[in-house]
């Protein structure tokens, strides 16, 4: 165990802290390493849905999907149909957010909302296609994120909530 000391009356056990910097490390290094695969493999491909699958083929047990939507309408039957579907145990519309990307050669600018959609890495490919099917955009924001921890009662949670049910 490494410890460090400040002062002489408190030290600070840092293993838990290099333990979680280890595992955000190489989720990273592991998601850079299958872009660059991607990108190599199927570089004239317009289709998303390859990425998908080769993200949802990765170690992350658990996800955080980031989603934007134009309306609460649209937020809102996304943010329903997934859960319905159990493709995500919960999903949180977090209103007013700005975005300011390039499309068509133009730097624009537009209010959304925002989907944070918590769910299994298995079910990425399914997710991204039920957004594809029903969002007003040509090509939705659909990027996710490993979860490389949290409470295990809230994780046990999100595997219940979308898996099969007899």
């Known amino acids: 165990t490494h410890t460090h000391t400040r002062g002489t009356s408190s030290s600070i056990d840092c293993q838990p802290m290099e ?21 190599k493999q199927r570089q004239d491909v317009s289709d998303k849905s390859i990425l998908c699958s080769t993200l ?16 609460q309408e649209s937020a809102q039957l996304l943010a329903r149909t997934l859960v319905e579907r ?32 918590k769910t299994q890495g298995t079910l990425l490919e399914g997710l991204s296609q039920t957004v594809k099917e029903l969002h007003p955009y040509d090509v939705p924001e659909v990027i996710a994120v490993p979860l490389v921890g949290g409470l295990p009662q809230y994780l046990a949670w999100i595997t219940d909530s979308t898996s099969p049910q007899p």
Not at 19 to 38: D, Y
Not at 61 to 67: E, G, L, P
Not at 88 to 101: E, F, L
């Open 56 to 71: 949802a083929a990765s170690t992350a047990q658990h996800i955080a999907v980031y989603i934007t939507a134009p309306s």
């Open 19 to 39: 333990r979680n910097f280890a595992m955000v490390f190489l989720a990273a290094a592991s998601s850079a390493l299958l872009w660059a695969a991607f990108r």
């Open 86 to 117: 159990r493709l995500a145990a919960c999903v949180n519309i977090i209103p007013k957010i700005q975005s300011v990307y390039r499309w068509e050669g133009k730097v624009t600018s537009d209010d959304e909302l925002l989907l944070m959609a």
